[in-house]
């Protein structure tokens, strides 16, 4: 029910029981100012080698990297931003028939998560979810209001892809793998959540997004200037910095699998804040459910023997989503061969 979205009842005062994380659970604890930081890479150096070097480096050690120089007009940014916090402004009887929670729905409008109605504490946010591909199919089914919205977001999902596409041919060449070997069935579906996280009464208590790691191949975020975002190192929370004009690259578990554990997918979450508001979008490349994602080939000899299994995206997803309501600690562990 559109009721739920927190945006349609927090008065910014009271923060209800059930968004009320277990300590241990909480921001603050475990977080530190970094000496450690999440690289930020300039796709504009002319040394291709270094840089996939870097890529490559970042994905081992963090499974996270910021790019800058990719590419896209800072406006494009601006302007999209702008359209989100537009969009989660409408009166809720303007956004109230796009809540749902059926995933094949190609325009889904939800909060906290989509397993609401089976997690326990839930996560401080509004989402809209975007299906992308094909855009021409899926774009019709976007918001209407605010007027541009189709334009300005379809726009930024083209530009988009087209770094994650880059990215995906850098990461690779450093892997050793023949070139183009995430193009085709393996990236084939993208899918944007646009998340609303609104100013919330005690961020010392609650998450805007809980730990979890993301189950396709890699996601672009767009975080813009208000951090939030803090990655797992060494078993510490260490946060993202907000570079408006970056974007942020994250290696999904399907890419951990491909690449046979040379690059990590790590936890991450979303800490929120009292007095602003603040819009992210993640553009997640993943494979269609029925693609059966293993170790590439290339990888995997007498001693390098494969780590994971073969799975369906499909059965992995439903992994994700029990380990994303606390019925599993670890997604990977089902899939991990034992060596
Ligand atoms: C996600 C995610 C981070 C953010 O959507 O998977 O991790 O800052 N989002 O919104
Ligand atoms: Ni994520």
């Known amino acids: 029910m559109a009721e739920n979205l927190v945006s349609s009842w927090s008065d910014g005062k009271s923060l209800p029981e059930s968004y009320i994380f277990p300590s241990g659970k909480r921001p603050g604890e475990n977080?530190?100012?970094?000496?450690?930081?999440v690289p930020v890479i300039d796709l504009g150096h002319i040394n291709r080698k270094e840089t996939i070097q870097n890529i490559i480096e970042a994905s081992q050690e963090f499974g996270f990297f910021q790019v800058i120089n990719h590419g896209v007009p800072r406006k494009v940014f601006d302007d999209t931003r702008a359209a989100f916090k537009e969009f989660f402004a409408l009166p809720m009887e303007d956004i109230a028939n796009l809540y749902s929670l059926d995933l094949s729905r190609k325009c889904m409008l939800y909060t906290s998560n989509v397993d609401y109605d089976k997690e326990e504490i839930h996560n401080w946010r509004d989402s809209l979810r975007l299906a992308c591909s094909p855009l021409k199919?899926?774009?019709?089914?976007?918001?209407?209001?605010?007027?541009?919205?189709?334009d300005v977001v379809g726009d930024y999902v083209m530009k988009v892809r087209e770094v994650g596409s880059s990215i995906l041919e850098l990461i690779c060449e450093g892997l050793g793998l023949e070139s183009g070997h995430f193009v085709g069935e393996i990236s084939q579906q993208q899918v944007m959540a646009v998340h609303h996280y609104p100013p919330c009464p005690d961020p010392s208590l609650t998450l805007g997004t809980r730990k979890h790691c993301?189950?396709?191949?890699?996601t672009i975020l767009l975080q813009g200037d208000i951090p939030g975002l803090q990655v797992l190192k060494d078993g510490q929370w260490i946060g993202v910095e907000a570079i408006p004009d970056a974007l942020v690259m994250n290696i999904g578990n399907q890419l951990q699998i491909v690449s046979n554990g040379k690059l990590r997918s790590v936890e991450h979450r979303v800490v929120t804040n009292k007095d602003v508001a603040r819009y992210t979008a993640a553009l997640f490349i993943e494979p269609p459910r029925d693609c059966i994602v293993e170790p590439a080939k290339a990888l995997v000899n007498a001693q390098n023997p494969p780590l994971y299994k073969s799975a369906r995206y499909e059965d992995f997803l439903h992994t994700f989503r029990a380990a994303y309501v606390g019925k599993i600690e670890d997604v990977m562990e089902p899939y991990m061969l034992k060596t």
């Open 214 to 218: 993301d189950p396709g191949l890699i």
């Open 31 to 37: 977080v530190v100012p970094t000496s450690k930081s």
């Open 137 to 150: 199919d899926c774009i019709q089914f976007w918001p209407e209001k605010p007027t541009g919205y189709r």
